[in-house]
């Protein structure tokens, strides 16, 4: 099975592509997958450390040829503020909740879940229904970078809807 073991980010890359892999964002964060690509090409992804792939980012297989990711659109939750300072807020909240987010300048875009729903309407969000792909910001505590979880140890419940103060 032919190896592809350099990611390559998107617009860091030239030529058009051989092949497509099209990938749902849980799907995108890995380090080794056999993986069969748009064209029914079998490969095996390989990297050196776990990366979370984004839409647009190209795979080099071993024989020089390179495969384009392509993020499949998933169901999602877009968000939208009556101002920054406003977006800000809901994207705090959103991490205290430990949520994984892909935060744009206007909107932020979350999985759908109707609990956190109604919260972010509560705090004045605008929020509706969006099939689109998702690339959530990469984790702070994550080795990688690239999100899912977060690796610091701390005592408290993600239940509650105030800060949980880690700097005390």
């Known amino acids: 099975m032919i190896r592809a073991s350099q990611h ?7 030529g058009p592509p051989a092949d497509s892999v099209t990938l ?12 069969t690509s748009d064209g029914g090409l079998r490969f095996l992804l390989d990297l050196p450390e776990r990366v979370l792939l984004r839409h647009g980012d190209g795979l080099r297989l071993e024989d020089g040829r390179t495969l384009e990711v392509r993020a499949l659109p998933e169901p999602l939750l877009e968000v ?5 300072p406003h977006l800000l807020r809901l994207a705090w909240h959103l991490g205290n909740r430990h949520l994984e987010s892909q935060i744009e300048p206007d909107r932020i875009l979350i999985r759908r879940d ?21 690339n959530p910001e ?31």
């Open 8 to 14: 390559l980010p998107a617009g860091q890359w030239n």
């Open 24 to 35: 749902e964002q849980g799907q995108r964060d890995r380090r080794r997958i056999a993986l």
């Open 80 to 84: 939208r503020a009556r101002d920054t």
């Open 114 to 134: 109707r609990v956190i729903a109604d919260m972010l309407e509560r705090l004045g969000a605008e929020v509706g229904k969006v099939v689109e792909p998702f």
């Open 138 to 168: 990469g984790g702070a505590y994550d080795s990688a970078g690239h999100g899912h979880g977060h690796s610091h140890e701390h005592d408290h419940s993600h239940a509650h809807s105030d800060g949980h103060g880690h700097d005390q």
